[in-house]
């Protein structure tokens, strides 16, 4: 291509550019507004974003002191410039360009009008969301017994606003897709209160757990077949907010039936109580296990069968001497940047056995790595011999 004075030819927009055919060439001009137009910035999509982007479906977040990230429905991007060394022209379409035809005669010719020079483009890299942060947030003002006491005056009410956060406020905070945002909530049991988004206090979810459980003996329930109906009523008269109540059931049961024009059937489950349990335990200390396993027993409803391979992930074991001791070491507590999750995990131990890592790394998620990927990039492999088991360090 040519730059030519503007004045010796036609302007032509983007158009006259997309319609060369294959070995043709054209001339350009320099537009009238050329300059850097530092607000204009060249994006590269792959052609399955096109229909997100053209319909306005992705969004751009971040606080001012992070990188940006753009994020679709489902997933987010990191946005990564890459300078180029080519010339890279910015044609505006037809009816952005002024028309410099005053006296057009056979010998004009088009001319495409080049409004600035890119220096290069954002390029999208799909990364895993930043929800750290969430439980964070979320943790500042946890629901509790005396919000929901109906002697709570305006006043304290007012307070109870400070450091809650509604969906917007969350979307705005947060690195993460509308969709891994709602998964996040989900994996900490959060609840829309008042339009608020909160996680229950930890002494007023054991105290409604205990409740349910001990409504289950006190009326004979059946731990697989519970009337939603009939369990929230139950817990209203106990003190609870129904709302309250009717999430107890959906973080500490499954749903066994959906009862079309009747009550939802529930189930206890089984996993997520007795791991509750176990927790609740824990925050005792570091025990033996012999001395763990007897009052964890003795926690768990009848008809629950509790093993200790449920723990994965929620306990460690150490040998002290003779004696194996276990003690609340939770993969719910650790960073998801894989980064910190490794240097946490060797802060705790310098080395690890497979079978205890690999709870604690298997959630880890990191597009375009493999785990093992992610394990020859962080750690360090020893195997003594080739019956003995693998060993991790540090890299």
Known sequence: MDIIDPQSG???????????????SISIAYHSLFGPHNDLLLLEVDEKFL?????????????????????????????????????VFLIPPTDKVSNLCNNKDDNNMVVASVIKVAPGCMELVE???KLDKLKLLLSQNPYSFSESSDMDISEEREKTRIGLYRWD????????SDKELRMGLQSLSAIEIDGYWRILDDK?????????????????????????DEVVGVLETDGF????????????????????GLSTTWKLDERRICVHLAREILKEGKMKIEIFMEK?????????????????????????GMDTWVYSFSVSSLPSTPAERFSVLFQERAKWEWKDLQPYVRDLKVPGLSSEGLLLKYTRRTQPTMDAEPIFSAR
């Not at 036609?10 to 006259?16: I, L, V």
């Not at 997100?52 to 410039?81: M, N």
């Not at 105290?207 to 697989?224: C, F, G, Q």
């Not at 959906?250 to 079309?260: T, W």
């Open 51 to 87: 229909p997100e982007i053209l319909h306005q479906r992705v969004t751009l977040r971040g606080q001012p002191d992070e990188d940006a990230v753009l994020c679709t429905v489902s997933k987010t991007y990191a946005v990564k410039f890459v300078g180029t060394s080519n010339s």
């Open 241 to 260: 907010p129904r709302n309250i109540a009717t999430h107890c059931l959906q973080v500490y049961c499954c749903k066994v039936d959906e009862g079309v």
């Open 204 to 228: 007023y979810m054991n105290a409604i757990l205990n409740m349910l459980l001990h409504n289950v003996i006190l009326n004979d329930w059946s731990i697989n077949a519970l009337n939603e």
């Open 169 to 176: 406020d969350l979307v705005d905070r947060l690195q993460a």
């Open 127 to 129: 990364v895993a969301p």
């Open 296 to 320: 964890w027993m003795r926690r768990v409803p009848d008809g629950m069968h509790a093993s200790f391979d449920m723990l994965e992930g929620e306990v460690l074991k150490e040998k002290l």
């Open 10 to 24: 036609c302007s032509g927009g983007a158009e006259a550019v997309l319609g060369l055919q294959p070995n043709s």
